[in-house]
């Protein structure tokens, strides 16, 4: 009951920004490392009234500073109202609305829905994870493993990846959530970003990588935990705990 009504939350979310766009990325302005524009503070507001109908708990976003002060409850709503602004502001399809209901620390339920894609990736503990109704099932190819990440080509942490393992394939994509999303479902076999990583980036598609039998880690190979700091040093997720090894090792001390 809760995971279909919060794909339909996130789903027509991501429908109603994706129709008022133009009105809702002009003047956009970069605060540190993030551009914000009036789409996210718009889409935050939706989330707020919609969750609060499904279920009234907690709310942590990333639009929402004031809910990071605070010790964390037992039970919350983790947003990332829109994840990949920047691809949202450029017209690059790479950008989500998503949801996960966190329970002691963990995802139990999440939601995640790239409009420009239509795509609509669902899990709940337990359950499996699904891409429009079709279940997920990680799989992996040591011979053939394709990297992906958000530059055109290789670039940084990514470059050295595709060279030390020797990668066969490249694959460009836009927000962190949609890069593990397609992990997930095979699109992928490996992502890896040695930047600081905020858990509304990847608590709700931790889950979706979870249930369909893939990999996610801190980048020196240790699980995470939304614990403690928002804030996580790095991300690695894989179709294989053994390219999460290897990872580690290489780059686990950056």
Same mark, same amino acid.
């Given at each position: ?97 998503? $949801? ?66 020797? !990668? $066969?394939?490249?694959?460009? !994509? ?6 593990? !999303? ?73």
């Amino acid at each position: 009951m809760i995971q279909s009504k919060l794909a339909e939350i996130v789903t027509n979310i991501g429908k109603n920004i994706r129709i008022k766009k133009h009105s809702l990325v002009q003047n956009g302005e970069w605060h540190g490392s993030q551009l914000k524009t009036k789409a996210d503070i718009f889409a935050h507001n939706l989330f707020v009234e919609k969750l609060n109908t499904l279920e009234k708990i907690p709310i942590i976003s990333e639009e929402d500073y004031r809910t990071q002060i605070f010790l964390r409850p037992d039970r919350y709503w983790l947003i990332d109202p829109i994840d990949g602004t920047r691809s949202l502001v450029d017209g690059y399809p790479g950008w989500v609305t998503q $949801a996960a209901l966190i329970e002691n620390g963990y995802p139990v339920v999440s939601a995640i829905y790239a409009p420009d894609l239509d795509q609509l990736y669902t899990a709940s503990v337990g359950n499996g994870a699904y891409l429009n109704g079709v279940k997920l099932t990680s799989k992996y190819d040591n011979n053939n493993i394709r990297l992906i990440d958000n530059y055109a080509k290789p670039h940084g942490i990514a470059y050295k990846v595709m060279k030390d393992l020797n !990668c $066969a394939d490249y694959i460009e !994509c836009g927000s962190i959530s949609l890069k593990i !999303c397609k992990v997930a479902d095979n699109t992928a076999d490996l992502f890896v970003k040695d930047v600081f990583i905020r858990d509304w980036d990847i608590g709700a598609p931790m889950l979706i990588l979870n249930e369909s039998d893939g990999f996610i880690s801190n980048l020196n190979g240790s699980p995470i935990e939304l614990s403690g700091s928002f804030e996580k040093k790095g991300v690695i997720a894989s179709t294989s705990k053994s390219l999460i090894y290897k990872v580690s090792r290489l780059y686990g001390d950056l």
